[in-house]
């Protein structure tokens, strides 16, 4: 599964940013897909998850009410949604796919993108 992040920038305290990973790859369809995050100084931390159906989600307590994820997999291409961002959401963020349903952990990774909140 080869990944591309698209989305990220600069944006006030309280705004909002979709970042998109566009998949290409047979293993993609059968594949539970996460968004992590990096922040300068702490370890790599995943925020989002998504089954391959899309049925179901899951998210950190740090985000969760506040960022969403989807994914179109007639377009290939998964989402984070992030509204009422905050200055410490301020990170690199990658998305990463767990090919056969997840059970192999995260194998594939897009290049980062950087989220910039600015108070």
């Known amino acids: 599964v080869q990944l591309q992040v698209y989305g990220g920038g600069l944006v006030q305290a309280g705004g909002s940013l979709r970042l998109s990973c566009a998949a290409s790859?047979?293993?993609?369809?059968?594949?539970?897909m996460g968004w992590f995050r990096q922040a300068p100084g702490k370890e790599r931390e995943l925020v989002a998850s998504?089954?391959?159906?899309?049925?179901?989600?899951a998210y950190a307590d740090s985000v969760k009410g506040r960022f969403t994820t989807s994914r179109d997999n007639a377009k290939n291409t998964v989402y984070l949604q992030m509204n009422s961002l905050k200055p410490e959401d301020t990170a690199v963020y990658y998305c990463?796919?767990?090919?056969?349903?997840?059970?192999?952990?995260?194998?594939?990774w897009g290049q980062g993108t950087l989220v910039t909140v600015s108070s």
């Open positions: 998504i089954n391959w159906s899309g049925s179901s989600t």
């Open positions: 990463a796919a767990a090919p056969d349903y997840g059970i192999r952990g995260y194998l594939y």
């Open positions: 790859g047979p293993a993609y369809r059968k594949a539970r």
